[in-house]
Structure formats: C-alpha cells, structure tokens
C-alpha cells in the first residue's frame, strides 16, 4: 500500500509540473562597436534571437533610421539607414535590441566630415588689387619672386607699366625698379642672412633694419630717413597679432583658415601699411600660420576697423578677397581676386 501511494505521488507531481520556458537569447553577429564614413548612406547590423524582437535608438538620434524596427526569431538583419555627417566632430548613437527580457546595445559612431587639405605651395602669377591696379609675378625654381610687373589700367590697355627685377645671392638681394619707356633705375641692395633681408646698405634714402625673432618671425622694422620710425610686432601661436607704431597700435585676428601660397604673403598686401614691402616676397622670416578675419586701429578722433572674407579655389587656396574697411564712420569695400 504504501509504494503504491508513492507511485501516486510521483505520478501526480510529473503529470501537474509545468516545463519551463527557454530564456529568451540575443546574439550579435560581429563587432557591437561599429564605426563608419561621414557620408556612409547605411550600415547593418546582424543578430539572432530567439524570439520576436524590437529595436530603437536614442531619441537624438535623427540623422539615423532603423529598419526594420521589428521582428520574430531566427536570424535577422537591421539597416541603418544614415545621412551624411557634415560638421568636423565624429557623432554617435546606441542601438538597442529587446528579446523578452533581454536587451543588446550597439554602439554606432559616424565619424566627422574631413576638411578638404589646404594648399601648401600654391604660386600665385597674378594679384588684381582693383580694375586698375594689377601685379603679375614671375618666380624662380626656387620658388622666389624675381619680378614684379605693375599694370596700371586696364590689362590689356595699361596706362602706366612698372617692374621690380630681384636678383639673388647667398648674402644679397639686388632690387632695380623702373618704368617701361624709361631708361631711368632705380637700385637698391639689401643684405640677407638665412634667406631674410637684415638691411638696406645701398640705394635709397634711408636705410632700412630688420630685426627677428628667435624662432624666426619679424621683431621689429626701422626705416624712414631723418628721425627714423620703428613697427615693432607681436607674435601669438603662430600669427603677427599686434603692430605698434608710435605709440599707436593695430591689432589683428585670425580664422583657422590657411592661405595655401608659396611665393608671397597675403597679409603683406592687405595690410600694406603695416608691413615692409621685402614681407610681400616672403624675405622677412616667418609668415602667419592663418589667414587674418580682422584688424583694429583705436583712435581719439577716428577708429579703423578692417574685416576680411576669403573665397578658395579648387587648388584650395585662396582665390578672392574681400575686405571691408570702416575708417570712422566711412565705409568702403574693395576686391582682389588672385589667379594661379
């Protein structure tokens, strides 16, 4: 009697369990970290599960789009579909996968937009500083200026023809200046050292210095016959940001842009007051890392303020300037287009 009510039991407990069901299970099939192209359209994701499923992404997210947003078991395929990244800064985003109880995190990160690289070594042949002011420039193997010729008028009906012919040693710069129809020079010499001119020491009426900066930029400029005038400059991270001048000061900022160009210093023509003629050629030391946006002059009677836009050519050097100069309360706007 008594085995036959424990055969009872044990009958009546098998026929009253219930099986258990299997815990739902998420597979990722490949990296959970993934990493794609700013302008990538897609990128997939593939996962197995052993139940119906759902996904989403972080409610920031609007640059992406999953489909499909669910599914049943088995083997299954995500698509996120994705738009182009335009900004610098790489973005990311958190997939999530829910089975049941179960959640699998995806971590998706589109990197930023590159910059196109700017131009190092472009050779500018011809700057037109308005409708009737035009220099068109010839450089060496080396890549130094070795003439300037002035048109002035229009360029293909001058009024007016100058030249400055520049000749090159190792320690002396040779300039002779003269007008087309004219037998009259004019020759002046500079002595060089590290291929920067340090002096005027023939021609002329002064005598003009140069002097530098350990790390190569200009430190100062003397010139001027009679009482002489120094300019004296400041440097920082890499850009002339102060020029002082009898007590007088300009001061200049800086974009990020670069100007792409070998053969001359664009800031030597903006601001042509404010530097030596010999900085146009690159024959002062080191040039400004970035491409200046603006410069202030404060004043007791009229402040000047000049702010300058940039236009890039395919070669990504600059090919337009635009500079915009407001001297008290007289504005004026002036254009100058460059040509490689």
Known sequence: MFLALCGLATLCA???SKPKTPAATITIVG?????????APSATVAFNVSAAWTASAEAASEWLALTPERGKSGSNTLTIALLPNTAETPRSASIHIVCANKTATVTLTQLGAQRPEPATGATVKEIHLSDTNHLLFTTDEAGRIIRV?????????????????LVYSDDLLTCTNYTAGSDEKNVTRHA??????????EGGNYRDRFAYNPDGTLAAYTFGPGSEQVMNYQWTDGNLTQITQN?????????????????????AYIFMEL?????????TGLTSRNLPIACSVPGTDNS???????EFGENRAVSKITINKLYGDQETTATVTLVY
């Open 149 to 165: 010729h002035q048109i002035l008028g229009g360029i293909d009906t001058p009024l007016a023809e100058h030249f400055t012919d």
């Open 14 to 16: 098998t026929a009253c």
């Open 192 to 201: 060089m050292q590290e291929d920067r001119v340090t002096e005027r020491i």
């Open 31 to 39: 990296k959970t970290a993934i990493e794609v192209a700013a302008d």
């Open 304 to 310: 000047k303020r000049i702010t300058i836009a940039y």
């Open 247 to 267: 007590q007088q000061t300009a001061t200049i900022e800086y974009g990020t842009e670069t100007a792409g160009i070998a053969n001359i210093d664009l800031l």
């Open 275 to 283: 530097l030596p003629e010999m900085s146009r050629y690159r024959l």
